[in-house]
């Protein structure tokens, strides 16, 4: 009997780590498609001096920042399962502090281009960028409660387990918020640029399979990142000393 539960614990193991390497494979894929289609496709990386070009450093840094950070971010309790709660927290809210840092920039690059553009275009006009705003005040939201919830606690030890089902479920709410505003921005500027250059986006050229090979990467990794998470089998359990902690507080 213990030798059958000694193996199944072994292949959910075996199966926990495929699933974490393919859901970083996942993640780079994106980083390097994004990249791929706004520096060989787009016409490269600008700053201020040309607000076109900056554009492309926007889908670049959300991506990286909202996408595979966040993501990294998410499954740090699952993966680090033996490590110390205090590292887990620092390493989590550092990685956090990351993607803010990825967004800001993402932030900044698509309103330059529309800002700077001549004539200057709207902003906040489309259903990706109202989908986008949301998702970054709900994660800027969501990482301030996270400090002074479990970093700085201000919550009694009963508060702060009441609370953390809560903060589980809008790490993923928010991070599917965020494959939601990639996807509609990926289609966006798809259509845009179908409409206002030579790309034909249904004539299939190298382009097109470039944007839904992202589009398909970024929601398989985000429907991995929230199967690993919602199981309770890859769920990090206390150590003797945090249940001990735990009883004393």
């Not at 990249?35 to 554009?55: K, L, N, T």
């Not at 889908?59 to 680090?80: C, E, H, K, Q």
């Not at 409409?195 to 429907?223: C, D, Q």
Request: include cysteine; glycine fraction near 8%.
């Amino acid at each position: 009997m213990e030798n059958s539960e000694r193996q199944t614990q072994s292949g959910s193991l075996a199966f926990f780590t495929v699933l974490i390497l393919v859901i970083q494979v996942l993640g780079l894929t994106a980083v390097i498609l994004v990249a791929v289609w706004m520096g060989s496709f787009r016409g490269g990386f600008a700053w201020q001096s040309d607000p076109i070009h900056e554009f492309n450093y926007h889908p670049v840094f959300m991506v990286t920042g909202m996408i595979f950070l966040y993501s990294d971010a998410i499954l740090t309790y699952r993966v680090f399962r033996n490590v110390k709660k205090t590292y887990l927290k620092a390493i989590h809210g550092i990685v956090q502090a990351l993607v803010l840092i990825f967004t800001g920039v993402g932030l900044k690059a698509v309103f330059d281009s529309h800002n700077l553009a001549k004539p200057p275009i709207p902003n906040l006009y489309s259903l990706h960028s109202w989908i986008g705003l949301i998702t970054v005040i709900l994660f800027g939201l969501q990482w301030v409660c996270g400090l002074i919830s479990f970093v700085f606690p201000l919550l009694s030890m009963g508060g702060r387990q009441t609370y953390m089902p809560h903060h589980v479920f809008w790490g993923l709410a928010i991070l599917c918020l965020a494959g939601a505003s990639a996807v509609t921005g990926i289609t966006e500027k798809a259509l845009f640029t179908d409409f206002f250059s030579h790309f034909k986006y249904s004539a299939f050229p190298t382009e097109t399979y470039v944007i839904n090979f992202l589009g398909l990467t970024i929601v398989s990794l985000i429907a991995l990142v929230v199967y690993v998470v919602t199981r309770p089998e890859y769920k990090r359990q206390p150590s003797p000393e945090e249940e001990h902690i735990q009883l004393v507080q």
